[in-house]
């Protein structure tokens, strides 16, 4: 399917919605940035550690040498993985703190799970297992299904260590090996080690005074309790029938919850700091017809498409594949400059003004369109997002604003007081009103753009001479290639680092993962013992991202707060500075660093590598 652009209103008050957004963002900024969120460690720990979905079970602690532990069993650690095997390395162990492989699609089984970005680019390496995602959003339980299928496929499910967390890393050099701590008490000796947790890997919750006072039920969305909600995936959820339950946080997991909790409990309370923007779904079942045009090389191709298409601001002359709302801005855009005179005369300047224009439309679409859902005025207008497309990860759900309607749901508007005021033995207090509820459900997001050292949920990774790489990279990342860094020998790091980077998180991975692979089985070729790289190849790869840094700042210090932008960077002494979900990406982009990335392994030296025997 290809398609035009979108209708979008043409009255739009350019300089009043932008001094409304400003409002709204100055509203929701607070001087304490994304510190306002508690880790789930100590006291609040059990709200990341329990595992709803696999029992724990007792085992001997493990006392061994391999050649690769991948730590993470998501995405990431599955494609590379797989990039490992495939590159003849067969000593490779995934540990992963879940049951089973899947990362968040092992975690997150939440009632309405699906995924938000079209299945077909998605979902990684769909035409090596020959799989073609039933819908176009396909149901989480189906992209578990397939990251099973990943580990099978590619053997990795040998060797795996299941339900086990990692608690130290620590180089040592007498044996040129990483020692792996664990909560296990294992003592795992690897060669290489690659971090491969993934964005979305550990919980956090609203540092809200009194969590600890509540008197009901409490759980994070991403270890969901059915046994005490009843139902499943599906919904169903006939335990709460006689429950009020309180949902903090509508991104895009509170977008799709929303619908599940508000047919089945006795009452729904959705405690709203920031409305998410959310457009018809359209979620088509796979046409098979189209499923037999398909040509070898159409899943990468696809995922280039649909990174032209938002990524890269448009992509002109191309069809747009994927058709939706996520590149609808790219397609407005492209109509606007077609229809110029002389579209090749256009300035850079001149683009991002037509882009922007088109932004505050596409906007003002989604903003009147929850007009003709919610029937009441103030419940539809507390629904509107000011802000522009993409400060936040934008949602699709047919059923989120409707549900609204129903009499036993609520909408508590928390903007004013920068989020819920407290949490009392009985229930929330907002607005200066306790609502009274059984359970309170945080969708309140996980430790994406946070330091390093809440992300990574290690306590300590020490490299040579005890350098810790929370110390290490305290002032930004110091790497080769985003991928190994000076002092960590044979550590290898995946995600939004200095790397190039694609709108389809599994393409970043499956290309980091290739390379790192690449360098692995070389350095085993070579009889090497360790691999790092030299202090100038770093220095070069760091100035080289600095010099082409795609400088986002203006347009993120301009978002309301939200994990995309370090929470607006917070203010005032407190500030931590705006800062990138994406890392210190490479700024000639995703295709030019795996071309650059395919150059150098061509070149066959490993330049820029130290390796040691
Ligand atoms: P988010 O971080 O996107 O959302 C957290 C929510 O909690 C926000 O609405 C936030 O409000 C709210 N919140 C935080 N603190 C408070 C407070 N003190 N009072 C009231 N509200 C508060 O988390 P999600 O789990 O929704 O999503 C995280 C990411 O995971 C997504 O952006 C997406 O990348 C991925 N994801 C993907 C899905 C998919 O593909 N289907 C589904 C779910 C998640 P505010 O915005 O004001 O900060």
Redesign the pocket.
């Known amino acids: 399917m290809t398609c035009g652009p979108t209708d979008t209103p043409t009255d739009v008050d350019i300089p009043t919605l932008r001094e409304k957004y400003r409002i709204e963002r100055e509203k929701?900024l607070r001087k304490e940035g994304s510190r306002?969120?508690v880790e789930t460690e100590h006291e609040f720990a059990g709200f990341a550690e329990i595992d709803p979905h696999t029992a724990y079970v007792e085992r001997d602690p493990l006392d061994t040498d391999i050649d690769v532990a991948v730590l993470g069993g998501g995405f990431a650690g599955l494609l590379c993985g797989a990039a490992l095997k495939k590159a003849g390395v067969e000593d490779v162990h995934i540990i992963e703190q879940g049951g089973d492989f899947g990362g968040?699609w092992y975690w997150?089984r939440y009632p309405g799970?699906?995924?938000?970005?079209e299945s077909y680019c998605?979902i990684p390496l769909l035409e090596e297992l020959s799989f073609i995602p039933s819908k176009k959003?396909a149901d989480?339980a189906e992209i578990y299904q397939h990251c099973r299928n990943i580990g099978k496929h590619f053997g990795l499910y040998d060797g795996a260590v299941f339900s086990t967390q990692v608690r130290e890393l620590n180089w040592d050099d007498d044996i040129a090996r990483w020692r792996i701590s664990t909560n296990r008490g294992d003592d795992i000796r690897a060669r290489f080690v690659v971090l491969g947790s993934g964005?979305?890997n550990r919980p956090k919750l609203?540092?809200?005074p009194g969590i600890k006072d509540f008197g009901g039920h409490l759980f994070h969305?991403?270890r969901w309790d059915y046994d005490y909600t009843g139902g499943d995936a599906t919904g169903g959820l006939d335990k709460l029938a006689d429950k009020k339950v309180a949902l903090?946080?509508?991104?895009?997991?509170?977008?799709?919850l929303v619908p599940f909790l508000g047919r089945d409990a006795q009452h729904l309370y959705v405690?709203?700091?920031?409305p998410?923007t959310v457009d018809e779904r359209n979620n088509t079942p796979t046409d098979p017809s189209w499923v037999k045009t398909l040509r070898p090389g159409w899943q990468k191709e696809r995922q280039r498409n649909f990174h032209a298409w938002t990524f890269e601001g448009m992509a002109l002359g191309q069809p747009d594949y994927v058709c939706d709302f996520w590149t609808e801005l790219g397609r407005n855009t492209a109509a606007r400059v077609l229809a110029l005179e002389d579209p090749a005369s256009m300035t850079p300047e001149q683009f991002m003004g037509l882009r922007e224009e088109e932004d505050y439309k596409l906007m003002e679409r989604l903003r009147r369109r929850i007009d003709g859902l919610v029937d009441d005025p103030e419940t539809a207008e507390a629904l509107k997002p000011f802000y522009r497309f993409l400060c936040?990860?934008p949602c699709s759900n047919d059923d989120y604003l409707s549900t609204f309607n129903r009499p036993n749901v609520t909408l508590v508007d928390?903007?004013d007081a920068?989020?819920?005021e407290k949490i009392t033995v009985n229930g929330i207090v907002a607005g200066g009103t306790e609502y009274e509820v059984d359970c309170i459900i945080?969708?309140?997001?996980?430790e994406?753009t946070t330091e390093i050292s809440r992300r990574y949920a290690i306590d300590a990774i020490t490299g040579r001479d005890g350098l810790s790489l929370y110390d290490h990279w305290a002032e930004g990342y110091k790497t080769l290639h985003g991928l190994t860094s000076r002092g960590f020998p044979n550590q290898f790091f995946t995600g939004f680092t200095q790397v190039g980077i694609s709108a389809n998180i599994a393409a970043n991975y499956e290309l980091q993962g290739e390379h790192i692979a690449y360098v692995i089985a070389e350095a085993l070729k070579r009889g090497a013992t360790t691999v790092e790289p030299t202090q100038d190849a770093q220095d070069a790869w760091c100035a080289t991202i600095r010099e082409n840094l795609i400088d986002n700042s203006a347009f993120d210090s301009e978002c309301?707060?939200?994990?995309y932008n370090n929470?607006g960077g917070g203010s005032g002494a407190e500030s931590e500075g705006i800062r990138s979900h994406l890392g210190e990406p490479y700024g000639p982009g995703f295709y030019a660093f795996g071309d650059l990335l395919a150059g150098w392994r061509d070149q066959g030296d490993l330049d820029g590598l130290e390796l040691g025997t």
Request: proline content about 4%.
């Open positions: 929701r306002q969120y968040v997150n799970i699906q995924c938000d970005n998605y959003f989480g964005s979305f609203p540092g809200i969305s991403s903090i946080g509508t991104g895009a997991t509170g977008v799709q405690f709203q700091r920031t998410s936040k990860r928390v903007s920068k989020g819920v945080f969708a309140s997001g996980f994406i309301t707060p939200g994990y929470e």
